[in-house]
């Protein structure tokens, strides 16, 4: 085997390597950014709930004191 055709061979496994590499880091950072899109879904969702109760209560609050002030 000549000096050319062992650099050629390394030169290869090298690239195998980083493109291993590459793709695990890639596979991380799309389950990172998936965790966090879910977690800003489910805050989102919570503040939805939040405003909607409020908006009924106050619903619920402004009709019982205009009962009870102008009943």
Avoid: D, H, P
Avoid at 26 to 33: I, N, P, S, V
């Amino acid at each position: 085997m000549t000096e050319e055709m062992k650099i050629l061979i390394t030169r290869r496994n090298y690239l195998k390597n980083q493109t291993k590499k590459t793709e695990e880091l890639r596979k991380k950072t799309a389950a990172l950014l998936e965790k966090s899109r879910r977690k800003r879904n489910t805050i989102r969702g919570i503040k939805i709930m939040l405003y909607t109760i409020l908006g009924v209560l106050g619903t619920y609050i402004s009709f019982c004191l205009g009962w009870v002030c102008f009943g």
